[in-house]
């Protein structure tokens, strides 16, 4: 069974940095596929970026290259999203995402998900 905890969401100033945490209670972490995804008051969730099982390969929403990195920790259950250059639009619910493949998860139909942190950035 997965169950997935987001931390680390707050208030912080355009051009600040912010990092997600997402751990799972689970013993079966390594075995999937990670991702977040968020989404803005009056907008539909949105890809933000994916991780495979092993962290080898990552996948960014155009929105966010260049500016976001996730990561894994399989030995602590954990997936981040370290999140620079933040801009008032990336203000949103950001929710992490688990699924068996990574398919499942970049199209937005992951089993499990979390409960969401809030992330405002203030211009």
């Known amino acids: 069974q997965v169950q997935l905890v987001e931390s680390g969401g707050g208030l912080v100033q355009a051009g600040g940095s912010l990092r997600l945490s997402c751990a799972d209670s689970?013993?079966?972490?390594?075995?999937?596929?990670m991702g977040w995804f968020r989404q803005a008051p009056g907008k539909e969730r949105e890809f933000v970026a994916a991780i495979t099982t092993s962290g080898g390969t990552t996948y960014y929403a155009d929105s966010v290259k260049g500016r976001f990195t996730i990561s894994r920790d399989n030995a602590k259950n954990t997936v981040y999203l370290q999140m620079n250059s933040l801009k008032p639009e990336d203000t949103a619910v950001y929710y992490c995402?688990?699924?068996?493949?990574?398919?499942?998860?970049?199209?937005?139909?992951?089993?499990?998900w979390g409960q969401g942190t809030q992330v405002t950035v203030s211009s």
């Open positions: 689970g013993r079966t972490f390594s075995s999937y596929a």
């Open positions: 995402a688990a699924a068996r493949t990574i398919v499942l998860v970049t199209s937005g139909r992951s089993e499990y």
